[in-house]
């Protein structure tokens, strides 16, 4: 990544979702705004931000979305498969919103719907859509290039140590197996892997100790 460019991460949520602001010159992407969208705003202060997107439609990585694109006028955008369903994430989701229910909102239609190899722009970096189905049906992570050639965020797919679950409504092993088995064939081992809960690992940590990532891992199970 280039040292120009710079990476915020907000926790957010009481289920402490990393939401993170790549900014570059003079542009900022926002990934994951999962509760607390004006506060992120508000953090961000004068930094101009020109894109909102989510790697997933869990409440927890959207709940803030609506309040952020009110207060930037960014728009935002999501994997395809995903779309339906996040803007009726906290009504599907079957978490207790009690304590978070003023920062959370389901956001409004999404402005763009995301597939495999598109990409998105920020300053001098662009973010190339991976679809990593297993955790929900359209998730995506985002790889980075130009300027932001060494980092990636990989939403709930991948964690250090872990993978993201896949009992949850949509989700499949068998999915998240194949995505597993092809992360570790598409990153680079010196890759940065900027997560959606838990501390940042790096691609070649999680090749050598994550249990997920093992050959072993990849047997489809029984769904
Ligand atoms: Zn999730």
Known sequence: MDTRDEIRCFVVGDLETNCYAYVSAGECLVVDP???GARIADELGDVRVTQVVATHRHHDHVGGVRALVELTGAPWAIGEGDAADAVRALEISSHDFVALRSELADPPEPDQLLREGDVLE????????????????GGISLLGEGSAEGVAFMGDTLFAGSCGRTDL???????MSS???RL????????????????ATTMARELASNPYLQPGAWRPSND
């Open 34 to 36: 999962g509760a607390s």
């Open 122 to 137: 920020v300053g001098t970096a662009r973010f190339r859509v991976v679809e990593t189905p297993g955790h929900t049906p």
């Open 169 to 175: 409504m949509g989700g499949s092993w068998k999915q």
């Open 179 to 181: 995505t597993l088995e």
């Open 184 to 199: 570790a064939g598409l990153i680079d081992p010196g890759v940065t892997l900027l997560c959606g809960h838990d501390p």
